[in-house]
């Protein structure tokens, strides 16, 4: 369990700190909402899976903060490129995919705008947005993150690329490649680890010998931030800084590490109880950043009551409205098993 300083970073009921950051409460009410969607969202493909409809299902609960403030402030930004990973819904949302691609991506139909419904859930890239999910093999995305951030400097392009991975990707050898090139050409890029002690099974302290992966940028001659991700705000800051460095003349990469955690068993597919213990999971309960930016929105009063039932009927229905479409979209028609496959 992380010690974050709970409610340092939020400001004072005089000058809460979003407003100081230039975020009105009524964004913060759009944030919230986009939130509570990504939560119900994830809880209803979880379901599809029991219900032996959606095959494999990489839950984001406790990842929502930081996958929401880095796409924040992203989009924000307005010109930036994202090499997302598995468990970054609440980006994908605020990059304008809907919840209805969501679950047909999970479904793997036909309408799937990443593939066709002819990969691994979500795979691919579509064209109309700035971001390629390269693959699930774990760290695959950093070399090539990184390659995309040195060809827009080679282009002039004041694009900025982003890439997310978890604990477990930056033990990838990739990842020191993809760091080490980075530093050495200065690379626009922005590396964000979500580090949620565990990849499937296997904890932080098996893996590296060190508490804070931060600390491993120094040695590729560029800064690393250790940042509480289960804060939305926090978050935002951070990336929105390490965004501003990469396009400066003699910037280049920010290491951030985001301190998330892990609500969910690693998939669907696994069974967490043979190697997590009950009080471990409740810390993690602790700190999910959902209870967090609904307690900071209520204690300033941004967050009433009934805006709360609200904002939590509004994500329902349009999780059943995603549902009901999705389910009734066709899987992919056999005799198209050869579109979009490579052939000499
Ligand atoms: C190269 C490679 N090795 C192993 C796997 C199997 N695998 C899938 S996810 C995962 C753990 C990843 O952990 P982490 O990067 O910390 O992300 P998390 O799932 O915890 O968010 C592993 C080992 C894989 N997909 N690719």
């Not at 975020?23 to 209803?44: I, N």
């Not at 066709?116 to 070399?143: E, H, K, W, Y």
């Amino acid at each position: 369990m992380f010690q974050t300083g709970e409610g340092a970073s939020l400001g004072t009921e005089a000058m809460p700190l979003h407003r100081s950051l230039g975020l009105t409460d009524e964004a913060m009410l759009g944030l919230y909402a986009k939130m509570t969607l990504t939560r119900a969202l994830d809880d209803r493909l979880w379901a599809l899976n029991r219900q032996g409809k959606a095959p494999l299902v990489a839950s984001c609960q406790g990842v929502e903060a930081a996958s929401l403030g880095v796409g924040l402030a992203a989009k924000e930004d307005g010109d930036c490129f994202l090499f997302p990973y598995y468990r970054d819904m609440a980006l994908k949302l605020v990059f304008g995919i809907t919840p209805m691609e969501l679950v047909i991506g999970h479904l793997g139909k036909e309408g799937d705008s990443f593939n066709g419904g002819r990969q691994f859930l979500l795979q691919g890239a579509s064209t109309d947005r700035p971001m390629i999910q390269t693959s699930n093999v774990v760290g695959s995305n950093l070399c090539q993150s990184v390659g995309y951030a040195i060809g827009c400097k080679i282009l002039g392009e004041k694009t900025v690329t982003l890439v997310s991975f978890g604990d477990g990707g930056s033990s990838q050898g990739e990842c020191h490649e993809a760091m080490n090139f980075a530093g050495v050409h200065k690379a626009p890029v922005v590396f964000v680890c979500y580090n949620n002690r565990l990849a499937i099974s296997v904890p932080q302290e098996k893996q590296m010998a060190i508490k804070d992966l931060a600390d491993r940028a120094a040695g590729y001659g560029f800064p690393g931030r250790v940042v509480d991700g289960t804060d939305l705000l926090e978050v935002y800051q951070n990336v929105k800084a390490a965004i501003e460095r990469a396009r400066e003349e003699s910037g280049g990469p920010t290491f951030l590490e985001m301190k998330v955690e892990r609500l969910r068993p690693h998939t669907s597919d696994d069974d967490d109880t043979r190697y997590r213990s009950a009080e471990d999971l409740e810390a993690s309960k602790g700190r999910d950043p959902l209870v967090k930016l609904r307690s900071y929105l209520t204690n300033i009063g941004v967050l009433t009551t009934s805006q709360e039932e609200r904002i939590r009927g509004e994500a329902r229905e349009e999780v059943n409205r995603a549902t009901e479409e999705a389910e009734k979209a066709e899987p992919p028609d056999p005799s198209t098993l050869m579109r979009h496959v490579y052939s000499p």
